[in-house]
């Protein structure tokens, strides 16, 4: 199946600077990227996604790039603010529409 | 937007009990749906994939006589957790796709005491 690895597991930046999340999976068919924010005891949100046949996307600070050919896929957030501090996974959807989700990474954000 | 529910939003049960949570699509279909497991400070772990009109299939390691799914409608899944145990306390959290998109429920945070 499907394993789909996440770094770091923590990140503290300061406000304003940049955070970068990457991922790496495993399965060669998974061709849907999406990436969940996830705050304390509250469901998944998701932020941005990318499919397998496009290199990047962005929407305003937030941004993702895909190289297949690695199987790497990145999160960047820009201009961070502390509103942004929360977990954050990245997941892999192949066949079936099942989704495989990273180990997590907590950013925080410090005013 | 797509929206989906689940209930109840947290329980907290004695060991042994069964506790059942119900997740529904409200504004669309849905024809499969999953299951997650939540252990504090760690990701989502698919339980279970649910089939409307058919068995439920599960993820390795997952106990498909401890956690019976029913999918009985369109729009309804439920998950059981037969003879709960206090390891099974967690946060489940059900999804409902449309196209390629997972939409979420709340999350039901259950307690076995």
């Known amino acids: 199946g499907e394993n789909v690895e996440q770094h770091p597991s923590t990140l503290s930046v300061q406000e304003g600077d940049s955070a970068v999340i990457k991922c790496t999976y495993s399965?060669?068919?998974?061709?849907?990227f999406p990436w969940y924010k996830q705050e304390l005891g509250k469901r998944p949100q998701l932020i941005i996604d990318i499919r397998s046949n496009v290199g990047e996307k962005k929407d305003q600070r937030i941004a993702v790039t895909l190289n297949k050919t690695a199987k790497h896929f990145s999160l960047h957030i820009t201009e961070t603010q502390p509103e942004d501090s929360a977990v954050y996974f990245c997941a892999a959807t192949g066949g079936y529409q099942k989704v495989t989700f990273g180990t997590g990474t907590k950013l925080q954000v410090i005013p | 937007g797509a929206v989906v529910s689940q209930h109840p939003s947290r329980v907290i049960c004695k060991s042994g009990t069964s506790v059942k949570i119900e997740c529904r699509s409200l504004?669309?279909?849905?024809?499969?749906m999953f299951w997650y497991r939540q252990f504090p400070k760690q990701s989502l772990m698919l339980m279970a994939t649910?089939?409307?009109?058919?068995?439920?299939?599960?993820e390795q390691g997952v106990e498909k006589d401890k956690f019976l799914i029913n999918h009985a409608s369109l729009t309804l899944s439920t998950l059981t957790v037969t003879s709960a145990h206090p390891e099974d306390s967690s946060f489940y959290i059900c999804?409902?796709?449309?196209?390629?998109?997972?939409?979420f429920g709340p999350g039901t945070r259950l307690l076995v005491l």
């Open positions: 504004d669309f279909q849905a024809t499969t």
């Open positions: 649910s089939n409307e009109g058919s068995k439920a299939t599960y």
């Open positions: 999804s409902a796709p449309r196209e390629e998109t997972q939409y």
């Open positions: 399965d060669s068919a998974s061709n849907y």
